[in-house]
């Protein structure tokens, strides 16, 4: 064959990328639901355990549904490699805890998902690792927090839930000059607006429980670099730890793969038009979005991103009114996912951030009055109009 698959357009790899075809010519890619698998012979299970000869061995370090999916997503971004894990989470905690050992020393944004931010302040310092958070707007503040031994940086852009952006191109100069590797939850960005390693960073992680599934079904994570670092820093903790994706689910995501790009660009313009329905309601105190020219990091957001992304924060001002407004929303579903057909809003300081303590809640601005809203797939005008009756009933 004499196509490059990495020449093709990102549609075109969104729909071929990977596809690995059984004797059958399947056109629609098949489901391997097998654990393990067979050899010929004694001495082709010695070779293939040796790594001298290629196959799958079992499940728990690769399978072919699954193997498919991985070599999509790395085609998409432009990785080397992808691991596949069981959500984003199993994703986050692979992508860290393969950089550090005891002793080491990580910087974390202090904006980050809820579950992101329990395993830096929690989990790592269990094994003697510490976390130091930063305002991950202020470049000073990334540069202040390096130690000796620091060797990883974690950083959610746009961060959940206020849509915070960092200039990863920077951070990444910082974390190199240090001697450490940056790591990327690119979630809330896609990898259709946002590709963190073709600006500097070394680790991309995906929870494709969101865009990439992106009809509220499975979970499941990704975590994405280039070679020799994916090998060295996962390959051994993936196979013996067992954070495998079901092929199921990699199956599932596999076909979400294959609209993404249609799914991602449509909820983008909905979500420009239900901020502008926001701004401009005298109930709304602020709105925060990607691709509106009043987001503070509106210069950086010009130069690392390409589109402004499905989710939309709006400040009511007071819980009261927050709650007021999710009560009166008639088609937008009060839910804490994102990513999905279906628009949701969920109040971050009652559920996805209840468990980030109220000064770390205040540091971040996330005051009680604010809303996130993943915008879906439904019409623009409906969503407008339940949007609008809900910002008149706050
Ligand atoms: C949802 C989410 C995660 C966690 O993903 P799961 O698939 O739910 O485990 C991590 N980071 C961000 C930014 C997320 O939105």
């Not at 903790?237 to 995501?253: C, D, E, K, Y």
């Not at 957001?301 to 009114?321: F, P, T, W, Y």
Request: hydrophobic residues 45%; aromatic residues 6%.
């Amino acid at each position: 064959m004499s196509e490059d698959p990495r020449d093709w357009e990102v549609e075109t790899r969104l729909v071929r990328g990977g596809l690995a075809r059984s004797p059958y010519g399947e056109i629609s890619e098949a489901l391997f639901l097998t654990q393990s698998f067979a050899y010929d012979s004694a001495e082709a299970a010695d070779a293939r355990f040796a790594g001298d000869a290629p196959g799958f061995i079992y499940q728990r370090f690769g399978n072919p549904t699954t193997q498919m999916f991985e070599d999509r997503l790395a085609l998409l971004e432009g990785a080397e490699s992808c691991r596949a894990t069981a959500s984003g989470m199993a994703a986050i905690t692979l992508a860290l805890t393969g950089l550090v050992r005891a002793g080491d020393h990580v910087v974390a944004g202090r904006a980050l998902f809820g579950s992101c931010r329990w395993i830096c302040s929690e989990y790592l310092p269990r094994f003697g690792v510490e976390v130091t958070f930063v305002d991950a707007t202020d470049l000073t503040d990334w540069a202040n927090a390096v130690r000796p031994n620091t060797k990883a940086f974690l950083v959610e852009s746009p961060a959940n839930p206020l849509l915070e952006v960092t200039d990863i191109a920077a951070v990444a100069e910082i974390a190199h000059a240090a001697g450490a590797k940056l790591v990327v939850d690119n979630v809330f960005a896609t990898p259709i607006f946002q590709k963190p390693l073709q600006l500097g960073a070394d680790i991309v992680v995906y929870s494709a429980t969101k865009h990439i599934d992106g009809q509220g079904r499975v979970l499941g994570g990704a975590v994405l670099g280039n070679e020799p670092l994916m090998s060295e820093a996962y390959k051994d903790i993936v196979r013996h730890t067992g954070p495998a994706l079901s092929p199921f689910n990699a199956w599932v995501m596999l076909k979400g793969l294959e609209t993404l790009d249609l799914r991602v660009r449509r909820q983008s313009e909905n979500a420009a038009k239900v901020a502008d329905a926001m701004a401009a309601h005298a109930k709304a105190k602020a709105v925060a979005y990607c691709g509106r020219a009043d987001h503070p990091q509106a210069e950086v957001i010009a130069r690392q991103m390409s589109g402004g992304g499905n989710v939309v924060a709006l400040d009511l001002g007071s819980q009261e009114a927050a709650w007021r407004f999710l009560n009166a929303l008639e088609i937008v579903d009060i839910s804490n996912n994102l990513g999905d057909a279906k628009s949701m809003a969920t109040h971050p300081s009652t559920t996805t951030h209840r468990s980030t303590p109220e000064d770390e809640r205040l540091a971040i601005g996330l005051t009680p009055g604010w809303i996130r809203m993943s915008v879906g797939l439904e019409g623009p005008g409906d969503l407008v109009r339940d949007v609008t009756r809900a910002l008149d009933a706050a």
